[in-house]
């Protein structure tokens, strides 16, 4: 059977700990800053992780080496 590839666009998004979890960056930061408030820009600052499943989901199909 041949080797499982990593999906390229899933490894520019997520990376996954140590422990396990999957991490990834927020959504909604690349333009259009100016009509949101300065509560929203500074919530989606940084880093969070993924809830269990959607991170199994994300290390099963998309990044099966990691």
């Known amino acids: 059977m041949p080797k499982l590839k990593t999906k390229s666009g899933a490894k520019k998004r997520f990376k996954v700990t140590a422990t396990g979890k999957v991490m990834f960056a927020h959504r909604s930061k690349r333009h259009g ?33 990691a």
């Not at 809830?51 to 990044?63: A, P, R, S």
């Open 33 to 65: 800053m100016i009509k949101r408030t300065k509560k929203q820009i500074r919530q989606l600052r940084g880093t969070a992780v993924l809830f269990k499943t959607d991170g199994d989901n994300v290390k099963k199909y998309f990044l099966p080496n």
